[in-house]
């Protein structure tokens, strides 16, 4: 069994400050994505890095996928409010047919 | 246009009585998955279907069975309800396979009493 582990469980912070979570595993992961969730709603997709050393940016948020494609981080610069939510990562083997998620970092962004 | 939808979003249902949830695509995707969400253990697959009549079980699937007799529809049953079944279920799709990234339903909110 594929295990992701996130770091931090919770996060809170202020306004304008900068966050980066971190996805971690032993295995290697052929792709690993992040999603952002809100409460009452599924989680939606935010981003897919599938080469180790990727580098992918999303306005204020950059994803990093390890060298090794064993770990993933999430960085945000000058968070906003609108940012809080559910922040998980999954990782696919290739092979498998489904994702392996962490359990999620909560981040709370305070205006 | 949601593409995925879930029914019901909310069901109360006593111990030991059968339900069963229902998962609705318009995406034509071949994917189709459960999962149920509980506070520290993240989403957890129950089962999934990689085609009409095509399904195979996730870490989670004891107590549950699932069916998919049409591309849009995939059906999750728990057969007899326990208190350990109270979660938030969501049902996702996928086009191709899971390097492409999830669409996730709303989720249904079960509660067994």
């Known amino acids: 069994t594929q295990l992701l582990e996130q770091s931090p469980q919770f996060l809170s912070i202020q306004e304008g400050e900068n966050l980066t979570v971190y996805c971690n595993s032993s295995?290697?992961?052929?792709?690993l994505q992040w999603y952002r969730q809100e409460p009452g709603e599924g989680p939606v997709l935010l981003v897919t890095?599938?080469?180790?050393?990727e580098v992918k940016k999303l306005k204020r948020l950059t994803f990093q996928f390890g060298d090794a494609r064993k770990d993933s981080s999430l960085h945000i610069t000058a968070a906003q409010p609108g940012d809080t939510g559910l922040y998980l990562c999954?990782?696919?083997?290739?092979?498998?047919?489904?994702?392996?998620f962490g359990s999620g970092t909560q981040l709370t962004v305070l205006p | 246009d949601a593409g995925i939808t879930q029914s019901p979003r909310h069901k109360v249902t006593e111990t030991g009585t059968p339900v069963t949830l229902r998962c609705h695509q318009t995406?034509?995707?071949?994917?189709m998955y459960w999962y149920r969400q509980d506070p520290g253990h993240g989403l957890r697959l129950i089962h999934y279907?990689?085609?009409?009549?095509?399904?195979d079980k996730g870490e989670v699937s004891d107590g549950y069975s699932v069916s998919r007799s049409k591309t849009e529809d995939f059906l999750l049953t728990l057969e007899s309800a326990t208190s350990s079944q109270t979660s938030v279920y969501f049902c996702?799709?996928?086009?191709?396979?899971?390097?492409?990234?999830?669409?996730f339903g709303s989720g249904t909110r079960l509660t067994v009493v």
């Open positions: 996702a799709i996928s086009e191709s396979s899971s390097n492409y990234g999830y669409t």
């Open positions: 995406e034509n995707h071949r994917y």
């Open positions: 890095v599938v080469t180790g050393g």
């Open positions: 999954a990782g696919s083997s290739g092979s498998a047919r489904q994702l392996t």
């Open positions: 295995s290697v992961f052929s792709s």
């Open positions: 279907s990689y085609g009409v009549k095509d399904t």
